[in-house]
């Protein structure tokens, strides 16, 4: 390593820093104003309808509205947090569940159990937190169950994170 000198490892480090994976894994998305109803049918799990748009992607891809997919290479366990502002389109109050799945199935955690407003229209505030084990190519979505009715739901606004 004498022989090196600081030009030389200057020079080496500036040209192989592309090459330098970053650690983190982190995959985010969000929507905002959402005009678009979840259509439920009682006690039936459906993903989450709207746009959503890609925030910060590292080890992760959004193929999909309402979906990161795990393109690293070594098995994570990432935690997850959720934020939404939800709104029923009628009737009285609703029992709902909000859950992260997993290649299509419910994941025990992270799930958010509220029931709406009473008020149509009025939006309410969740959030929840969780952890959630992926491979390569497993993906995650949100996704919700009316327990009470078949009364849509509209996710006004939403923020998914999963990092390491």
């Known amino acids: 390593i004498s022989n090196i000198s600081r030009n ?14 970053s650690s983190s894994t982190v995959g985010e998305f969000y929507m905002t104003e959402n005009p678009t109803e979840t259509t439920v049918t009682e ?8 746009t959503t748009t890609a925030g910060t992607l590292e080890r992760f891809t959004m193929s999909a509205n309402n979906r ?9 366990r990432v935690f997850c947090s959720i934020t939404l502002a939800i709104k029923k389109a009628g009737g009285a109050s609703q029992l709902v569940n ?6 299509g199935t419910t ?3 992270p799930t958010i159990a509220r029931t709406t407003l009473k008020q149509t229209g009025e939006l309410e505030n969740l959030n929840s937190q969780g952890f959630v084990e992926l491979a390569t190519g497993d993906y995650i979505e949100v996704w919700v169950t009316n327990t009470t009715s078949a009364t849509g739901i509209t996710v006004d606004t939403m923020n998914f994170t999963a990092y390491y």
């Open 8 to 21: 030389d490892l200057l020079w080496n480090f500036q040209n192989n820093s592309a090459n330098i994976q």
């Open 43 to 50: 006690d039936v799990a459906t993903k989450v309808l709207g």
């Open 107 to 109: 994941v025990s955690s």
């Open 68 to 76: 990161l997919t795990y393109i690293g290479i070594a098995p994570v």
């Open 98 to 103: 909000f859950h992260v799945y997993k290649n």
